[in-house]
């Protein structure tokens, strides 16, 4: 059963990173594009960044360019979210999936980010 855990979140302050982790089933990862997506309270669920098969694609939301980066591990079946200069807009908790373009797996219980200002 494709299974999608994320880790690596916490509680950090203003201008600081955090890197997330997604370790994920090989059906849930092999020869897709991947991406991280987050929910804020009250909130829907908004696409963050999404890498393709190769990891030679990236694309980000316009709010994390030039402080966000995805990444991804193939032999790992991991995907990686470098998070810096997190602000408390960025809280939310994060989660990852098969990027937009591919049908949803099920979605993993996230890893928490919470940014203190």
């Known amino acids: 059963q494709a299974q999608l855990v994320e880790s690596g979140g916490g509680l950090v302050q203003a201008g600081e990173s955090l890197r997330l982790s997604c370790a994920a089933s090989?059906?849930?990862?092999?020869?897709?594009?991947m991406g991280w997506f987050r929910q804020a309270p009250g909130k829907e669920r908004e696409h963050v960044a999404g890498?393709?098969?190769?990891?030679?694609?990236?694309s980000y939301l316009d709010s994390v360019k030039g402080r966000f980066t995805i990444s991804r591990d193939n032999n790992k079946n991991t995907v990686y979210l470098q998070m810096n200069s997190l602000n408390a807009e960025d809280t939310a908790v994060y989660y990852c999936?098969?990027?937009?373009?591919?049908?949803?797996?099920?979605w993993g219980q996230g890893t928490q980010v919470t940014v203190s200002s």
């Open positions: 999936n098969r990027n937009t373009n591919h049908p949803p797996m099920p």
């Open positions: 890498i393709n098969w190769s990891g030679g694609g990236t």
């Open positions: 090989g059906r849930a990862f092999t020869g897709y594009s």
